[in-house]
């Protein structure tokens, strides 16, 4: 999206979306920490990429949805 060629309405509009939104992030170390540690499994420990993306991914959702 180019923002310098939005019309006004489209801003407004954007703008509105922004104002809604309504989930706070206030930092990504909870995420960057369970990727870690299922990366830590995945070299360390002998766990398989596959199953360790997936439990990652599991946590991660869990996280978000809390």
């Known amino acids: 999206m180019d923002m310098y060629k939005l019309t006004p309405a ?17 930092d990504d170390a909870v995420v960057m920490q369970k990727v870690m ?12 990429p596959e199953s360790a993306a997936a439990d990652a991914c599991r946590e991660v959702n869990l996280y978000l949805s809390e």
Do not use: I, N, S
Request: hydrophobic fraction near 45%.
């Open 10 to 26: 489209e801003l407004e509009a954007f703008t509105a979306f922004l104002d809604g939104l309504d989930t706070p992030v206030m």
């Open 37 to 48: 540690e299922q990366a830590d499994a995945c070299l360390f420990e002998g766990k398989d």
